[in-house]
């Protein structure tokens, strides 16, 4: 890979061709971020696309022609039943042109199962309703039909979903609250924690304790006079940094600050701190935009930010509170490990984060 | 050291996997000599918890010996005998300063994948997905505990491994799910399910002065066990009875004025409806089999409270809200909250007033596990409760 020139000047060697590499040490969003889900199109196999293609045909039916469908499967061909027969038509194409065009169709495989599940429950129902002109055998064969069908979409769905379980229930998605069509990334944050304002605003006022807790941040350095550089932790290859100046400083209330007008990154941040209600201690709202400044660099850099999911900010809070409460970083099997994901067994020792290691 | 591990659903196995060691400061390292299986783990084992990854190591209820301290470890020493609650709690936060540590708000180190989830996340749990924390569980050999100055209970000599182990969890489970019930003189207490949960709900509800107490299972041993043992009054199979009818001829059309479901999201119901359930469980429309749970509601008495302890995991379907609102019925649930009723109940074992082993149906070595998970989870050869014994 080649080396890449970071905004600011500075040299930085890629020479893992580690590109894929989680981009902060941070707990990254779960197995449904979608990294994971990359373009992998051979997830289908002959047996899901028959799925697809099955949607869209039964679909197209059951929208154009479902006096004749109604007719296949024995039930009356009245208006409501119909209507009813249509709306099934869309569900099924929106299934099939799911499954066709994503990579790892999981969600529309279940929600195959799901149409099918719908189909069964309305086909028993014209069974059981015996007042109602319809054909039991050929209904029964119908419900024979679609039983089969749902077997194959739960096999289909189960060899995908098995392969990684749904976890978030997003397989695709941001977890952030604003990406702007500009590139602009908007995170925040909020937490309650168990001391006073004064005490919070200790820890924050020296922004240089900040990549203690932000997970994405790799260093702050103070520079004197209400500046200070800034480092982002950045995959190999990438380096982003800038300089910063505080606009603002109201002890125990709120700090602001941003990054100077000539930086390729624009960066806007704030933390508020707010006495919480009873003995709750102190409400901590803290606020990140970053907003790069165009070129191709610029687009690197605004892809870098997109993929901070909003959890993690949730979490550096969690650990800022953790640090003030408990005086240490609270570390699991599982998040003291270098390697990640990791299962929730001990570690080796080489295998545990070098802050751990070295105690 | 050796360790039960998770390796997809359905399938667990004993490997060898590193030791534990101390991560924080406040930890401590524990010999484990006794631990159990729990219906929690079947949740697990039977794949309905998200976020479990392969060699994920179970086991939430645990009790041995602390053979390594961390540096601010104050009271806690070398050889002091313990059992270990299972919800992780630092009790300097909010949530555990009220004596909620199943909601400890420091203890789960991936609680962002529990908001996503649920909303806002529990504390964390030894051995239970990622979600709650990606702690190593204590289905092993040791186990590294957190906050061992807060957590682990020192024993007295007087109390058995078999007893204490049921502090872990499922003694102070069952008691909290009665406790829930507010019970006041004559009142009428319903437990649906007589796993080892349920058994504790229907004794701790006699040892909090309810005046009956009705136990709802379809395994005749368990519902035997449940009279004999737990001191149930009335016993019900629900395949044989119609619940809600029997429980309005027992009580006078009133209803019983708790309901404690100890079942959970794996209930299993006749006919249809537990059809439709298990189908789009299956599918996962919906994460949990409502069952036990939609009967509790129905059945209780006006303005009295049901009480959830079983565990769900996600959503449910046709949850009889208007029941709910027109009849004024509360309902109260959580994971329990272990470490403030351990003392309490530890006195209550030393004063002969219960002897919590009798939920103990299976002995077995670690290195048997999975054998212990296969005959719970089909309740065969009588199993209520599983103790595997280390070896140490
Ligand atoms: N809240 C907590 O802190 C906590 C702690 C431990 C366990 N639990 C939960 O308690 C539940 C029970 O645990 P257990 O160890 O006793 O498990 P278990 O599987 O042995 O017991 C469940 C029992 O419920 C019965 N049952 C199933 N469907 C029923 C129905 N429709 N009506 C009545 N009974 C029915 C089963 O036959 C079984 O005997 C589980 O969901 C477990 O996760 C909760
Ligand atoms: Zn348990
Ligand atoms: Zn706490």
């Known amino acids: ?359 | 050291m050796r360790a039960n591990c998770w390796e997809g659903a359905k399938h667990v196995k004993v490997e060898t996997v590193p030791d534990p060691q101390i991560l924080n400061s406040t930890d401590c390292i524990v010999k484990i000599s006794t631990t159990c299986i729990c219906g929690s783990d079947l949740h697990l084992f039977n794949g309905f918890v998200p976020t479990m990854e392969h060699g994920d190591i179970m086991g939430h209820e645990f009790m041995g010996e602390v053979v390594e301290v961390g540096k601010n470890v104050k009271k806690l020493k070398t050889g002091d005998r313990v059992v270990v609650p299972f919800p992780i709690a630092c009790g300097k936060c909010y949530s555990c300063k009220k004596g909620m540590t199943s909601l400890c708000e420091n203890s789960n180190p991936n609680a962002h994948i529990a908001a996503a989830i649920m909303g806002h996340s529990p504390s964390g749990v030894f051995g239970y997905s990622h979600m709650l924390g990606g702690f190593a569980g204590g289905q092993a050999e040791y186990a590294r505990v957190p906050f061992a100055d807060f957590g682990p209970l020192k024993l007295p000599d007087s109390v058995t491994d078999e007893q204490a182990v049921m502090l872990a969890d499922i003694f102070p489970t069952g008691y909290m799910g009665a406790e829930m019930c507010d019970i006041g003189p004559g009142d009428t207490i319903a437990v649906w399910g007589c796993g080892p949960v349920g058994q504790f709900a229907i004794a701790s509800a006699k040892l909090l002065g309810a005046e009956r107490v009705i136990a709802i299972d379809r395994f005749p041993y368990r519902l035997r066990l449940a009279r004999e043992r737990a001191g149930a009054d009335i016993t019900i199979n629900y395949e044989e009875t119609s619940v809600m009818e029997a429980l309005r001829e027992l009580t006078g059309g009133r209803g019983p004025d708790g309901c404690i479901d100890a079942v959970g999201l794996e209930a299993h119901t006749p006919g249809l409806v537990g059809l439709y359930d298990k189908a789009k469980q299956s599918m996962r429309w919906e994460n949990d089999r409502p069952g036990a749970l939609r009967e509790a509601i129905m059945s209780v008495a006006n303005g009295r409270t049901v009480s959830v302890i079983g565990v769900y995991s996600g959503f449910i379907d046709k949850f009889p809200m208007g029941s709910l609102t027109n009849r004024s019925v509360t309902i109260k649930s959580g994971q329990c909250h272990v470490h403030r009723y351990m003392q309490p109940l530890l006195d209550r074992i030393e004063r002969g007033e219960i002897d919590p082993s009798f939920v103990i149906t299976h002995q077995m070595k670690l290195e048997d596990a999975a054998v212990g998970y296969d005959i719970f989870t089909h309740k065969d050869d009588e199993c209520l409760k599983v103790v595997l014994k280390t070896g140490h």
């Open chain 1, 1 to 359: 890979m080649a080396t890449q020139q970071a905004p600011n000047g500075t040299r930085h060697n890629g020479s893992d061709g580690a590109t894929h590499r989680p981009m902060t040490n941070a707990p990254r969003s779960w197995k449904g971020a979608p990294e994971h889900y990359s373009e992998t199109p051979d997830w289908k196999d002959g047996t899901t696309k028959f799925l697809g293609w099955f949607s869209i045909g039964l679909g197209l039916a059951e929208i154009f022609a479902p006096r004749q469908v109604a007719k296949l499967v024995g039930i009356s061909d009245e208006d409501e039943y119909v209507g009813t027969l249509r709306q099934f038509g869309v569900r099924e194409i929106a299934a099939g042109l799911g499954i066709l065009t994503r990579p790892k169709p999981t969600y529309w495989l279940w929600s195959r199962v799901g149409g099918d599940a719908i189909d069964l429950a309305w086909l028993t129902r014209r069974l059981r309703d015996s007042e109602e002109d319809n054909d039991s055998t050929k209904l029964l064969a119908a419900i024979t039909a679609v039983l089969g069908v749902t077997a194959l979409d739960i096999i289909q769905g189960t060899k995908l979903t098995s392969e990684k379980l749904p976890s978030t229930g997003h397989d695709e998605g941001s977890f952030q609250v604003g990406k702007g069509d500009d590139g602009t990334v908007r995170l925040e944050a909020q937490v309650t924690v168990g001391a006073s304002p004064a005490e919070c605003y200790e820890f924050w006022k020296n922004l240089e304790n900040l990549p203690r807790v932000v997970g994405h941040l790799e260093s702050v350095r103070t520079l004197g006079e209400g500046r200070s550089h800034w480092k982002a932790k950045a995959p190999a290859g990438l380096s982003v940094e800038w300089d910063a100046e505080v606009i603002e400083d109201r002890p125990n209330e709120y700090i602001a600050w941003h990054a100077l007008e000539h930086e390729q990154v624009d960066n806007l941040g704030s933390v508020t701190f707010v006495p919480a209600p009873g003995d709750r201690g102190t409400e901590i709202h803290l606020e990140m935009e970053y907003h790069p400044r165009g070129g191709a660099i610029g687009a690197r850099i605004a892809n870098l930010f997109k993929k901070i999911p909003q959890g993690a900010l949730m979490m550096d809070l969690r650990r800022f509170k953790q640090l003030i409460e408990l005086g240490e970083v609270v570390q699991s099997d599982a998040t003291a490990s270098r390697k990640m994901p990791h299962p929730a067994q001990p570690n080796a020792t080489n295998e545990l984060k070098s802050e751990l290691r070295a105690q």
